[in-house]
């Protein structure tokens, strides 16, 4: 059970407050850039909290359905993140773009991109930090088992993408993984196929222990960024 390599790099975008590149080996990468809070439209302002958007932005073409519905659901795992009641009448933005083809892994660097750019912004405040990983169900005769960031999802059986809040908790050693929750997941069944609360259920534990490697290496990137300078990459 481990993860490909996992490479982040916070590359300095300028015009924004804060970016991060995210990626799963070689074959799945994904860029996010946060600003804000900045100034809403009239139309867009809320009197209690600041207004997130989310723009996702294909490898090649124009967005479509997809990235709107994605863009939706990036939404939600950020306004759950965020502390957004503090800065009443603003606008958070992000803007994440694929630099890979679409699959669940792809999702899952696309969360953790986000994460990475809104902790390296600093501008808005955090409940904690999201982690994604991918999960994947692949059929090897009557037998399906469950593949922690599959590279083949093409050949597997259905899967999804787990996103998991990590919070902070001072009481526990600085070794230890802070608590977390799973707050958003995409798991569906293959064509012609069906899953039992059992098999989302241990899909769920598993992508949770690989949230917390990806957890581990956030961690260790930001620490080494702050001795690199933001441009510099690492790789794990």
């Known amino acids: 059970m481990s993860l490909r390599p996992i490479k982040i790099s916070f590359d300095a975008l300028s015009g924004v407050d804060g970016s991060a590149r995210f990626s799963f080996g070689e074959t799945c990468t994904a860029l996010a850039s946060v600003s804000g809070p900045i100034a809403a439209r009239l139309a867009a302002e809320h009197p209690a909290r600041a207004t997130v958007e989310v723009?996702?932005?294909?490898?090649?073409?124009?967005?479509?359905?997809?990235?709107?519905?994605?863009?939706?659901?990036?939404?939600?795992?950020?306004?759950?993140?965020?502390?957004?009641?503090?800065?009443?009448?603003?606008?958070?933005?992000?803007?994440?773009?694929?630099?890979?083809r679409p699959t669940n892994a792809l999702i899952a660097a696309e969360i953790n991109a986000c994460s990475l750019a809104l902790v390296?912004?600093?501008?808005?405040?955090?409940?904690?930090?999201v982690c994604a990983v991918s999960v994947g169900v692949r059929r090897s005769?009557?037998?399906?088992?469950?593949?922690?960031?599959?590279?083949?999802?093409?050949?597997?059986?259905?899967?999804?993408?787990?996103?998991?809040?990590f919070g902070v908790d001072r009481l526990r050693a600085e070794s230890d993984l802070p608590p977390s929750k799973m707050i958003w997941t995409n798991y569906r069944a293959g064509v012609g196929e069906t899953f039992?609360?059992?098999?989302?259920?241990?899909a769920e534990e598993l992508a949770s222990k690989g949230?917390?490697?990806?957890?581990?290496?956030?961690?260790?990137?930001?620490r080494q960024s702050l001795f690199a300078g933001d441009g510099g990459q690492i790789e794990t």
Do not use: Y
């Open 196 to 202: 039992s609360s059992t098999q989302l259920a241990q």
């Open 55 to 100: 723009h996702v932005r294909p490898l090649s073409s124009v967005p479509g359905t997809t990235e709107k519905h994605l863009g939706t659901a990036f939404k939600g795992i950020v306004e759950r993140t965020c502390v957004l009641g503090q800065t009443p009448r603003t606008l958070i933005q992000v803007v994440v773009q694929a630099l890979s």
């Open 141 to 165: 005769g009557s037998r399906m088992d469950l593949v922690l960031d599959p590279e083949d999802e093409e050949a597997s059986g259905g899967g999804g993408c787990f996103a998991f809040l």
């Open 120 to 129: 390296n912004a600093g501008s808005v405040p955090m409940r904690g930090v």
């Open 211 to 222: 949230a917390a490697q990806v957890w581990i290496k956030m961690k260790g990137s930001l």
